[in-house]
């Protein structure tokens, strides 16, 4: 079976609301997110199902109730990632 595109979002989180989503994409344009993430010194999760979920909502929508536990836990990953990083 051929591989699929590789699928990418981003999202942006300020605490007030439901983050929402600033970036989705496949194939090339999900590479383009990974490489600004990287660039950026943003920390990349791959959670292949989220990212499908995510790449297909649409840019600025706040993410939809039924994935806010998969994104918390995301968003908690990227938190502890942070305090280690500032020790």
């Given amino acids: 079976m051929p591989e699929q595109p590789k699928r990418a979002a981003a999202l942006r989180y300020s605490g007030a609301e439901a983050p929402t ?9 999900a590479e383009k997110i990974l490489e600004e993430a990287r660039k950026a010194g943003v920390p990349i999760r791959e ?5 499908e979920a995510l790449s297909g909502l649409e840019l600025g929508r706040e993410v ?24």
């Fill in 21 to 29: 989503v600033t970036a989705a994409g496949r194939g090339l344009v």
């Fill in 47 to 51: 959670d292949k199902a989220l990212a």
């Fill in 64 to 87: 939809p109730e039924d994935l806010w536990v998969a994104v918390a836990q995301a968003l908690a990953w990227a938190y502890r990632l942070d305090l280690r990083a500032r020790g």
